[in-house]
């Protein structure tokens, strides 16, 4: 299957600062990624969309200026923390839909994740 | 009104066994599709199965099988000759309004199921 690289895969920062997190499409090419935030127990929580060449679309309750989304190549879209808090701290994961099948059946394929810790 | 609902927390089976993780679903488009995804405690995302509003059958991927209840709402997954590595945390996933093209088609989790395999 399709596969998805995150880096890195766990994070520990100070509060204040940024973090940036890279989602990759391996070997596919991803007009369309998304971003998830989970916390522990808890079901995925999609926080946005990131469109190749476009802005994101963020779900209600998503501040843009906190969690700013570039998915400036078909392979590559980032996750930037800004001016971080411990209540950032969570499982951010993405993925990308495979759109070489195309139609309803295209899946979407997940990252590993990674876990930020926010201090 | 939840869009997908997973009534059942934890649920523990016997190695060899089989198992029916439950998951119900709301909507009112026609067109969607219904996807089972498991969460090993590393966290990673790890595709299952997929079934389609208006696929005939339902479908079935190696022990993996979705007993698809069109009227009811319901694509419960069954997991047939139960392994200890199936112990993990199991997703119903929904993705309303398919297009056959362009970006969206976001999918909504269930809250999930807590499977444990026994010996």
């Known amino acids: 299957g399709a596969v998805v690289s995150q880096h890195p895969s766990r994070v520990i920062c100070k509060s204040g600062t940024s973090v940036k997190i890279e989602c990759r499409s391996l070997d596919f090419q991803a007009t369309t990624m998304f971003w998830y935030r989970q916390f522990p127990k808890q079901s995925l929580m999609l926080m946005a969309t990131?469109?190749?060449?476009?802005?994101?679309?963020?779900e209600q309750g998503v501040e843009k200026d906190k969690f700013l989304i570039n998915h400036a190549s078909l392979t590559l879209s980032t996750l930037t923390v800004t001016s971080a808090h411990p209540e950032d701290s969570s499982f951010y994961i993405c993925?990308?839909?495979?759109?070489?099948?195309?139609?309803?059946?295209?899946?979407?394929?997940f990252g590993p994740g990674t876990r930020l810790l926010v201090l | 009104a939840q869009k997908i609902t997973q009534t059942q927390p934890g649920m523990f089976v016997q190695e060899k066994e089989a198992v029916t993780l439950d998951c119900t679903y709301d909507t009112s488009d026609p067109s969607y599709g219904l996807f089972w995804y498991k969460q090993p405690s590393s966290g990673e995302m790890i595709f299952l199965i997929y079934?389609?509003?208006?696929?005939?059958q339902n479908a079935t991927e190696g022990r993996y099988s979705l007993n698809f209840q069109k009227a009811r709402k319901s694509a419960n997954l069954v997991i047939s000759a139960s392994q200890l590595g199936d112990s993990a945390m199991y997703f119903c996933a929904m993705r309303e309004g398919l297009r056959l093209t362009g970006g969206g088609n976001k999918l909504t989790f269930g809250t999930g199921t807590q499977l444990k395999v026994e010996l």
């Open positions: 990131s469109n190749e060449g476009s802005k994101a679309t963020y």
């Open positions: 079934q389609g509003s208006y696929d005939q």
């Open positions: 993925s990308a839909r495979d759109e070489r099948r195309g139609g309803p059946r295209e899946t979407q394929y």
